[in-house]
C-alpha cells in the first residue's frame, strides 16, 4: 500500500489515523506491519464501507478537508468496494538509524559483506546494483532494472533487502543509496577489500 509523505508525516504525528482505498482486491489484512521511511505502521482494522456514509470527521483523520475531498481521491473501477483502514503508528524504524551510519568499522564492514556474499550465493547482484542505485539516484525500477538487465519486480524484492540491512532508502519515486551503504562502497572501493564474494 502506497502512502503519501502528508499520511506518512500524520500518521507520525498522531494527527491521521484513516485511509480509504478503492481496490477490486483487498490488499491489506488486519494485523499487517507496513515499514516505511516514516516509522512501523500497522494495519489495526479494514473494513468495507459505502463511499457515501464517510463523513467529514473521518476526513480529517486522513488528513482531506472534507469527505467530498476524499471521495474525489477514490481511483480505481467504479463498481470495486471502498475499504476504510485503520493505520497505527508504532514507531521509528530502526532501519532508518542503522542507515543514517556515515561510518562503519572492520567489524561492521565485514558483517554487511558476509550477508551480501549469503545474498548472492545463488548469483552475484548485490555490489552492481548498490553501485547503479549510489550513481543513478531517483532512478524509478524499470529504469534500474533495464541499467542491470533484470526483471523489474524481482529486482525491487532484492532492493527491499538491502534496504533490510540499512543500505538503501526508498524515495517517493525510486531509490537513493544511504551513508551505510555509502560508507560500505567506499570501504570496498578504497581500501581494496573485496566486495561481497560470489557463488563459488
Known sequence: ????????????????????RRWSKQNVRPGDVLR?????????????????????????RSGADSANAVRGTLRGPADAPVYRIRLLYLGP????????????????FEAIRDRLSKLDRRR?????????????????????ADLLGREKEPLKVDIRKLKNLGLT????????????????????????????????
Open 169 to 200: 532508502h526508498s524515495l517517493e519515486v525510486g531509490y537513493r543509496i544511504s551513508p551505510r551503504g555509502a560508507a560500505y562502497l567506499r570501504l570496498s572501493r578504497g581500501t581494496g577489500r573485496p566486495g561481497p564474494a560470489g557463488p563459488s
Open 93 to 108: 524504524d530502526p532501519r532508518r538509524a542503522l542507515s543514517a551510519e556515515t561510518e562503519l568499522s572492520e567489524k561492521d
Open 124 to 144: 552475484p547482484w548485490t555490489h552492481e546494483t548498490l553501485r547503479q542505485i549510489a550513481g543513478n539516484p531517483g532512478r524509478r525500477a524499470q529504469e534500474l
Open 36 to 60: 516505511l521511511e516514516a516509522g512501523v505502521i500497522e494495519v489495526d482494522s479494514v473494513e468495507i464501507v459505502d463511499p457515501a456514509t464517510i463523513t467529514d470527521a473521518d476526513a480529517l
Open 1 to 20: 500500500m502506497i502512502l503519501s509523505m502528508t499520511v506518512l508525516e500524520g500518521l507520525a504525528a498522531g494527527t491521521i489515523d484513516l485511509v480509504f
